[in-house]
């Protein structure tokens, strides 16, 4: 339809007959457009345009945009349902504008953010402030750690072990944590619709391998109405054992999980605390090998708490319903006497396994050789001078090129690819019911060249369900894994039926022996639980950032209390994701031209699909669906005054176009971008 009504008068009976219909059926329609698409519906005539402004239009904009993992910019702890009909509208728009821009032309500078507002101008003109925002970080320390908390506050935790809530506008600190002693936080989640934040702090307090012990605080961190934030005690509670990584799964049912590396038989522990205010613990081996190539999650979904395990082939899911956990509770102490243990070797209920989706083997142009539209050549070798491929699958075979082929084939395998760091993102933002639960998967994959002892990465970022298999792919199964996927759908909790009778306790595991140190004998189940075969998943398609670069490391320096091997030095990479988006910090040059600048580097993944097809190239191998194989690397403008060389930390905003950066200088950057 077109915006201009005088074009379309010889088809006004059409439009009267358009205007003339059920409201239900119009908003049924409105589902399928685009917000452009509903800016040209206001302008057909005043029936429509009325329809066309209303809010359920705009609600059903807001839900596309959050099934596509995009987040709404909406102000501090504002919840969809408290906006106005007009900040609704305003919420869409700058959403919609914001994706479209990152996907097409990358983030520029902007001067229209909430981190920007409140009266922010330059003192000496009264003009308004440039597009990014410089605060302060707290005075005499070192930030180990750092958040946004809404676009109004900052959450960071120092090397000392403080915790500090920052107004983000006002520059001061309004609230803080200090323990005085070294703690680390591990943990952070925050809970918009109570406005709250969760999070856990933990210290070792003895250092062996076998038999090491840690200290876990749980904590909150509340922001009321009216009144300054203010922090809590919730939980203390002990573990054995080199700790891999805590879950806050559910604040509102106080569950919180652990996995525990278990030396002895090198498998996985799972630690969980299944009502934090109660003195009871749960602690099981869940024989689950713990290869140093895979990277782990944990989810609760539907009264079950999902171990997601990923390899650099398959992912797999691991499902322990909180029935089955709660019969292996055991009591908890704070004396300084008490010692966990496991209790028993307990497998999984149901396993669900899918593997990933890798890009065709024909070659595809690599991000750096797709310019933006409007861009002018740079000066730090962005400027493309003619089109290159980047290598990464090889060559096919023309047959296999002309069918569109899909390629099982991993373009990045372990060895010598390994993850030198996983980052798994969850919907945390506000949402809404309708929308379903996502996962982001972004690792970032490296390769240590001992020639140069120089170490090059790529980006791999994948989206995933919970469970891994499609309630509608059931048909495409066989039985036995169309049945384990029902139950894992299900909502209820609850042990597998096998022929309609419940498994035997002793298919669950059996108790173990233990002893003060810790130690136990593992029990294998008498029969193995039910397993889905490997299908194919939609959501297990594989997107990259193929051409190699070299992230820039920060060296942390752990604390001898801290570090059981004795000190040694911890690289960390600068480098931050959301849903479908990721940004670094890298050198501009490689290593043989022996020049250390820095840039700051952004890439936007392909938006949430499930369209199988779209992995597939045409029979002329046009780039229609090849350019969408990897996402387009950018170079951010940074102001003159940040120094890339001090970075400590870095994060990314993207529901408002941010990225947050702390220096060593004691200085916090606010890059807002649009």
Known sequence: MSPNCTEHGDTSQDMISLATLPYDLLLNIARHLELHDIYRLQCTCKALHAFATTRPVFRNLATALLKRCRALPLHGFQRLSDLTDAQLVEAVEQATRLEAAWLTRGPRPSTNSPYLYNGDVDAADGSPKSWYKVISAPPNEEVDWLSPITSSYSLCATKSGKVVCWDVHRDQCLAQWDPRERWELWKCRVEFDIRTVFFTMAKVLTKTIDDRMMEFVLMKLEFPENGEPLFSELSIFKTIGVVMNVFLLDPASRLLSAFVWVSTSNTIGLYALLDWDKPEYVFVDTGIECSMSSNWSCILYKEQIVIHSEESDIAHQYFYPISVLQQHARPSSTSSSFIPSISLRLSPVTIMSAPFIFPPRSRSASPETIPDEDDEPHEDGEHIDGP??????????????????????????????????????????????????????????????????????????????????????????????????????????????????????????????????GEWTPVIPERPPIRTHRVESSMMRLWYVSEPFEVVCVLDGVDEDLDPDGGHDRPRPLMAVD?????????????????????????????????????????????????????????????EELDLDKVETINIDQSQGAIIISVQDGKIFILCYE
């Open 579 to 639: 849903f479908g988006h990721a940004v670094w910090i890298e050198f501009a040059y490689p290593p043989e031209e022996e020049r250390d600048e820095k840039r700051l580097r952004f890439v936007t993944f392909p938006p949430v699909t499930s369209d199988r097809d779209e992995m597939s190239y045409d029979r002329t191998g046009a780039k229609s669906s090849a350019e969408t194989l990897e996402g387009i690397v950018r170079t951010l403008e940074v102001p």
């Open 388 to 517: 290159t491929t980047n290598g990464v699958n090889g060559g096919l075979d023309v047959d296999d090129e002309m069918n569109g082929a899909v390629s099982d084939f991993n373009p990045f395998p372990y060895p010598p690819w390994y993850p030198e760091s996983a980052h798994f993102v969850r919907q945390w933002w506000p949402t809404l019911a309708s929308v379903p639960r996502l996962s982001c998967t972004v690792v970032l994959l490296a390769d240590h060249e001992p020639d140069t002892h120089r170490t090059r990465y790529v980006l791999a970022q994948h989206y995933f369900r919970v469970p891994l298999v499609d309630p509608h792919e059931l048909d495409q199964l066989p039985e036995e894994a169309a049945k384990a996927v029902s139950f894992a759908h299900a909502d209820r909790s609850g042990t597998t039926l096998e022929n309609g009778v419940p498994p035997s306790s002793s298919s669950l595991g059996s108790p173990a022996p233990s002893s003060e140190s």
